[in-house]
């Protein structure tokens, strides 16, 4: 069986990276964290802010909704997640080489 490589860690800095990537851009928007919660369809700025600090990450089907308010094409953020994973899964190969080797 496979061991498993990714680690709660590894999540977190991919969270927290997109979560950075969120507030620039919301800031770019002058959109508070209230404003861009109402504009997805949330009650809470919460949301927002958990997303901000990585703390939890926007659902799969409110990205495109995302990526319209904070006027960013959708391509982009999808490529943003893309090197974020790739990244993290090179790193996490490279460690796993050094352990066998």
Known sequence: M???VKSK???KKIRETLGSFIKENR????YS??????ALGYSSPQ??????RGVSSPPLKKLPELAN???VK?????DLLL???TTQLTTNLKEEYKKIS
Do not use: Y
């Open 2 to 4: 496979a061991k498993k």
């Open 9 to 11: 860690r590894d999540s």
């Open 27 to 30: 800031l770019e928007k002058n």
């Open 33 to 38: 964290q209230a404003e861009l919660a109402a």
């Open 47 to 52: 949301f927002i802010s958990d997303w901000e």
């Open 69 to 71: 308010e904070l006027d």
């Open 74 to 78: 959708m391509e982009k953020l999808f």
């Open 83 to 85: 090197e974020l994973a």
